[in-house]
């Protein structure tokens, strides 16, 4: 059992202390393809629920990623740029996007544990 | 399938071709100048140094890259070309006939326009064909491609919106729309609101309604739609539009489904593109430059850009400052290119209007549409369609049908290569997984669609019998294997780069 979080738009996020590390699903980056480029935002962006927080380009599509909770981006992962394929090798490990220190803890109530959100992808196939 | 290997390189008449750069010597050129001796430079410190690495190669070293190149391309002159979207329809050479008349082809922009009268005439005539066929009263001529069309229209607009005082904030765009929409709303300054499309495909008309209010500057919808799709709702969302005092932006990007059937300015369109390389048949891309002009309300066409061509009891003239003169006497936005756009173009664009003439035009769109539908109606079993029709100028598909097959549609794609058809387009729109988009336009005959349906079918049948290796490997039979797109995106290599020259022995 994990303890990660899901959104419906396929973001992960794991929670530590107040700091969250968000990126995307497992199954967002199979149905991406070989993800090609990834834009983050800049340390210090304050992000609302919702709102874009990056973009993710594939050989497929340019889609973009939002900000399944609000808080201010604390740090991203500067490896992406020079390898963007993590993101299919480990979307939800070494492909992490950013960390955000969070405004308000209820917000992950909204979101999916790992079985609804297996269920939700599932309902989608 | 063994690979063949010739010891030349070449396979067969397929000739092995290196980069232009990689061939040819120092020394070696078409023409053999005299040497000059330069007593008297004047260039002084911009004299060049050393050697700027041209290719050095005889004249037919040089048709010969060249002709090998072209006939390395596919063409709509070499074969059916079903890339949806993109309407690649016949060229008709009567087309290149009148566009080489002297009159046309050695004139510059930059004549004294009584000298060029024939011309003005030409243009503004084929301006009044685009309006009466589209239902505006005005019209941009000079926007050099479909994308610079809408950044045209979303100007004109914003520069409307903006004389009464609040440009507004957000443009609504549907989910299946062409990139360029949102790209051209964002470029305009308005953040993009997207809308999403229903379960039959079309635009969610109660989702567009809740998204309307009064920050709304304009709504940006194609149609057809890009899932060749009529949107049936056009009338009642363009009547919500204006309503909340926002305009309606139609990509004309697929008007090739309607000329004579429907005028888009009587369905409430405040602006609209044609590509003129699309459904007036002029060359795409590489064959030759686009263009978009711009047909509009005349409300709107206060605001668009200049130049345009006016006539008077003296002639033709083109208009180039905002002076007051004609319909665009308020005009904000100045000029959005050099000159008056693609003349070449719209000499070609002329020559198929009058060469078909109003019912041959409505005739070429009811052609489009009935082989569109015909190719859904043959391959829907085959392969897959996530809508039901009736489809308009072109048919999509989506990848259910190699559900459990481990053939993708990229897979299935450059499979098509290997059958001699260039590949349709895919993973576009984004609305549907796996997306084929096809387009066979009228050019084509029934015998050349049942050949092009006949093998899809038969690509169908190998993926659903396992064969996926022969798919993963396509294509087999170009001069180049399967590319790794990936790779390319990657670590892109943008400019090829001369080899490290060993260091000279002083």
Same mark, same amino acid.
């Given at each position: 059992?994990?303890?990660?979080?899901?959104?419906?738009?396929?973001?992960?996020?794991?929670?530590?202390?107040?700091?969250?590390?968000?990126?995307?699903?497992?199954?967002?980056?199979?149905?991406?393809?070989?993800?090609?480029?990834?834009?983050?935002?800049?340390?210090?962006?304050?992000?609302?629920?919702?709102?874009?927080?990056?973009?993710?380009?594939?050989?497929?599509?340019?889609?973009?990623?939002?900000?399944?909770?609000?808080?201010?981006?604390?740090?991203?992962?500067?490896?992406?740029?020079?390898?963007?394929?993590?993101?299919?090798?480990?979307?939800?490990?070494?492909?992490?996007?950013?960390?955000?220190?969070?405004?308000?803890?209820?917000?992950?109530?909204?979101?999916?544990?790992?079985?609804?959100?297996?269920?939700?992808?599932?309902?989608?196939? | 399938?063994?690979?063949?290997?010739?010891?030349?390189?070449?396979?067969?008449?397929?000739?092995?071709?290196?980069?232009?750069?990689?061939?040819?010597?120092?020394?070696?050129?078409?023409?053999?100048?005299?040497?000059?001796?330069?007593?008297?430079?004047?260039?002084?410190?911009?004299?060049?140094?050393?050697?700027?690495?041209?290719?050095?190669?005889?004249?037919?070293?040089?048709?010969?890259?060249?002709?090998?190149?072209?006939?390395?391309?596919?063409?709509?002159?070499?074969?059916?070309?079903?890339?949806?979207?993109?309407?690649?329809?016949?060229?008709?050479?009567?087309?290149?006939?009148?566009?080489?008349?002297?009159?046309?082809?050695?004139?510059?922009?930059?004549?004294?326009?009584?000298?060029?009268?024939?011309?003005?005439?030409?243009?503004?005539?084929?301006?009044?064909?685009?309006?009466?066929?589209?239902?505006?009263?005005?019209?941009?001529?000079?926007?050099?491609?479909?994308?610079?069309?809408?950044?045209?229209?979303?100007?004109?607009?914003?520069?409307?919106?903006?004389?009464?005082?609040?440009?507004?904030?957000?443009?609504?765009?549907?989910?299946?729309?062409?990139?360029?929409?949102?790209?051209?709303?964002?470029?305009?300054?308005?953040?993009?609101?997207?809308?999403?499309?229903?379960?039959?495909?079309?635009?969610?008309?109660?989702?567009?309604?809740?998204?309307?209010?009064?920050?709304?500057?304009?709504?940006?919808?194609?149609?057809?739609?890009?899932?060749?799709?009529?949107?049936?709702?056009?009338?009642?969302?363009?009547?919500?539009?204006?309503?909340? &005092?926002?305009?309606?932006?139609?990509?004309? !990007?697929?008007? @090739? =489904?309607?000329?004579?059937?429907? %005028?888009?300015? $009587?369905?409430?369109?405040?602006?609209?593109?044609?590509?003129?390389?699309?459904?007036?048949?002029?060359?795409?891309?590489?064959?030759?430059?686009?263009?978009?002009?711009?047909?509009?309300?005349?409300?709107?066409?206060?605001?668009?850009?200049?130049?345009?061509?006016?006539?008077?009891?003296?002639?033709?003239?083109?208009?180039?400052?905002?002076?007051?003169?004609?319909?665009?006497?308020?005009?904000?936005?100045?000029?959005?290119?050099?000159?008056?756009?693609?003349?070449?173009?719209?000499?070609?664009?002329?020559?198929?209007?009058?060469?078909?003439?109003?019912? &041959?035009?409505?005739?070429?769109?009811?052609? !489009?549409?009935? @082989? =569109?539908?015909?190719?859904?109606? %043959?391959?829907? $079993?085959?392969?897959?369609?996530?809508?039901?029709?009736?489809?308009?100028?072109?048919?999509?598909?989506?990848?259910?049908?190699?559900?459990?097959?481990?053939?993708?549609?990229?897979?299935?794609?450059?499979?098509?290569?290997?059958?001699?058809?260039?590949?349709?387009?895919?993973?576009?729109?984004?609305?549907?997984?796996?997306?084929?988009?096809?387009?066979?336009?009228?050019?084509?005959?029934?015998?050349?669609?049942?050949?092009?349906?006949?093998?899809?079918?038969?690509?169908?049948?190998?993926?659903?019998?396992?064969?996926?290796?022969?798919?993963?490997?396509?294509?087999?039979?170009?001069?180049?294997?399967?590319?790794?797109?990936?790779?390319?995106?990657?670590?892109?290599?943008?400019?090829?780069?001369?080899?490290?020259?060993?260091?000279?022995?002083?």
């Amino acid at each position: 059992m994990t303890d990660k979080k899901y959104s419906r738009e396929h973001e992960w996020i794991k929670l530590e202390g107040e700091v969250a590390t968000i990126g995307i699903s497992n199954y967002a980056q199979e149905q991406m393809g070989d993800v090609v480029f990834v834009e983050l935002p800049a340390v210090e962006t304050t992000l609302e629920a919702g709102s874009e927080a990056a973009v993710v380009e594939s050989v497929k599509a340019a889609s973009e990623v939002y900000a399944p909770v609000s808080g201010e981006v604390i740090e991203i992962n500067g490896e992406l740029e020079e390898n963007p394929g993590a993101v299919n090798e480990d979307a939800e490990g070494e492909g992490w996007f950013m960390k955000i220190q969070l405004d308000d803890l209820n917000e992950l109530e909204q979101l999916m544990d790992a079985e609804a959100y297996a269920a939700y992808v599932a309902s989608l196939d | 399938m063994t690979e063949i290997t010739t010891h030349s390189g070449h396979r067969g008449l397929d000739m092995a071709e290196p980069l232009i750069f990689e061939q040819g010597a120092s020394g070696r050129s078409g023409v053999d100048w005299p040497e000059v001796e330069l007593r008297n430079s004047r260039i002084g410190a911009a004299a060049r140094k050393r050697s700027i690495g041209l290719p050095g190669l005889s004249e037919p070293e040089a048709v010969r890259h060249y002709v090998r190149l072209s006939q390395k391309n596919y063409a709509i002159d070499l074969g059916l070309y079903p890339l949806g979207s993109c309407t690649m329809k016949h060229n008709p050479r009567l087309n290149e006939k009148v566009a080489r008349l002297p009159g046309f082809a050695d004139i510059h922009p930059l004549q004294p326009m009584s000298t060029v009268q024939g011309a003005l005439e030409m243009i503004d005539t084929l301006a009044s064909w685009l309006k009466g066929l589209t239902g505006f009263d005005s019209i941009a001529m000079s926007p050099a491609a479909g994308a610079h069309g809408e950044l045209c229209g979303l100007m004109t607009i914003r520069a409307a919106l903006e004389a009464m005082g609040n440009a507004r904030e957000r443009v609504l765009v549907p989910d299946s729309a062409h990139g360029t929409n949102p790209a051209t709303a964002a470029l305009c300054g308005y953040r993009i609101d997207a809308v999403p499309s229903n379960e039959r495909g079309r635009i969610d008309k109660a989702a567009l309604l809740e998204k309307l209010g009064p920050d709304v500057a304009a709504i940006m919808l194609t149609n057809p739609n890009t899932c060749g799709l009529f949107e049936e709702d056009i009338v009642e969302i363009a009547e919500a539009v204006h309503a909340a &005092g926002a305009y309606f932006y139609c990509d004309g !990007a697929n008007f @090739n =489904a309607l000329v004579g059937k429907v %005028r888009p300015g $009587d369905l409430g369109i405040d602006a609209m593109h044609l590509n003129l390389h699309k459904t007036f048949s002029t060359p795409h891309g590489g064959g030759g430059p686009g263009a978009g002009p711009v047909v509009m309300t005349a409300e709107l066409g206060r605001f668009a850009p200049l130049p345009h061509v006016i006539k008077s009891d003296d002639g033709y003239t083109i208009v180039e400052h905002n002076a007051g003169e004609g319909d665009r006497a308020t005009n904000h936005l100045g000029r959005m290119r050099s000159f008056h756009g693609q003349a070449g173009v719209f000499v070609r664009a002329l020559t198929y209007i009058l060469s078909h003439g109003s019912d &041959g035009l409505r005739k070429i769109s009811e052609d !489009a549409v009935l @082989n =569109a539908n015909y190719i859904a109606a %043959r391959l829907k $079993d085959d392969l897959s369609v996530p809508y039901p029709g009736p489809y308009m100028h072109e048919v999509l598909f989506d990848d259910t049908f190699l559900n459990g097959t481990d053939v993708t549609t990229l897979d299935f794609a450059k499979a098509m290569i290997d059958e001699g058809y260039h590949p349709a387009t895919i993973y576009f729109p984004l609305v549907v997984h796996g997306a084929l988009l096809t387009e066979p336009t009228e050019s084509e005959s029934k015998q050349s669609l049942d050949q092009f349906i006949e093998t899809l079918k038969a690509l169908a049948a190998d993926a659903k019998s396992g064969k996926a290796e022969m798919f993963k490997n396509a294509p087999v039979l170009t001069p180049v294997r399967r590319l790794d797109e990936t790779r390319a995106a990657r670590q892109p290599v943008l400019r090829w780069r001369p080899a490290a020259l060993p260091e000279a022995a002083e």
